[in-house]
């Protein structure tokens, strides 16, 4: 099976370090920018070129025409194309997430069929169609009072998605609305249980009722690890964890967090349950958080699409590198 590792920083200690752990002879990398001069990825693309030579091991993705699609064509390189109107934080199941993913033998039809499902079922009126529509509108409708939206996702494995959410969420509900001179956005947090039951929870508990939370929860772990039957001097209490199961511990632990939430009363609560991690299901969640954003999006009268506020750093950038 093959690795995958994400150069996303110009931190050069990350960069060094994930450097060292590959085998440069045996590494391909995929370097993406939808608009073929993104700062980032070309500083770090030109260090790897300066010690893998070999145009063979690169392959570009990007939008046709750009400015990278042609000097790509120049050192004779291997080419995608991302399509054009799928931005960065909606492109993941673009080529840009398909290609890494199948590479490392994701199923990566099973992912898409899991999307197409989500998509069917809230185009073609079915159950989902409800569910979104109801949970964009309380969002829109509660936006400035509830302006923080909180995952709390009960599984290591989703650490990722929640990361990907709280930009999904961020860059494309954070801005200006299109037909006021009003400001607006919805603040996402993402959470993991039950490690963030020892730091963030506490500020959900009793802070200020700014926010909302969705609780992620994994129905099948298909891992039956328990707790052995083990007597501890001095932590006999401890004993009722004996012969449980971790995957139901985990839920338990989820479910006492709920409960203990839902006799707040001014803290709005939903759930998703996934019936196990899997590349169907995770396609379904993928593409339901794309469709939530984009309804939030249109109720709160902003352009979901776009990131004037990031496209401005980035001006100031070119001007600061420029001699």
């Known amino acids: 099976s093959r690795s995958l590792y994400f150069f996303e920083s110009t931190d050069p200690i990350n960069i060094n370090s994930l450097l060292s752990q590959i085998d440069l002879e045996k590494t391909h990398f995929l370097v993406i920018s939808k608009s073929g001069t993104t700062v980032d990825t070309f500083a770090i693309y030109k260090y790897i070129l300066s010690q893998q030579t070999n145009h063979k091991c690169y392959t570009f993705i990007t939008d046709p025409a ?14 995608l194309h991302l399509p054009n109107n799928v931005g960065g934080r909606f492109s993941v199941l673009s080529v840009v997430g398909l290609v890494p993913l199948a590479l490392c033998g994701i199923n990566i039809r099973s ?24 949970k964009s509108l309380f969002y829109a409708v509660n936006h400035a009072k509830y302006h923080i939206n909180c995952i709390f996702a009960y599984s290591e494995s989703l650490k990722y998605f929640c990361e990907w959410y709280v930009q999904l ?18 603040t996402p947090i993402g959470l993991i ?3 963030d039951q020892h730091s963030f929870l506490q500020l959900i508990m009793e802070g200020t009722r700014d926010k909302s939370v969705t609780f992620i929860q994994i129905e ?28 139901k511990l985990i839920n338990m632990q989820c479910n006492s967090v709920m409960e203990a939430l839902k006799k707040e009363e001014t803290i709005p609560l939903d759930s998703i349950s996934i019936p196990k991690i899997d590349a169907k299901n995770i396609g379904a969640l993928i593409f339901y958080y794309e ?6 999006g249109e109720l709160i009268d902003v352009n979901t699409y776009d990131q004037p506020g990031v496209e401005a750093a980035k001006i100031i950038l070119k001007k600061k590198l420029t001699p």
């Open 220 to 247: 099948d772990f298909q891992d039956e690890i328990q707790i052995p039957d083990t007597t501890l001097p001095h932590l006999e209490s401890l004993d009722v964890l004996n012969t449980l199961s971790f995957s």
């Open 193 to 195: 249980g039950p490690k």
């Open 291 to 296: 469709l939530l954003t984009s309804l939030v």
């Open 66 to 79: 750009s400015s990278l699609e042609k000097y790509a064509k120049d050192i004779d390189a291997k080419i």
């Open 111 to 134: 992912l898409l069929s899991g999307a197409v499902n989500v998509k069917k079922s809230f185009f073609e009126q079915g159950y989902l169609q409800d569910i979104l529509l109801k």
């Open 169 to 186: 969420w961020g860059e494309s509900l954070g801005k200006k609305q299109r037909h006021s001179a009003f400001h607006v956005g919805l």
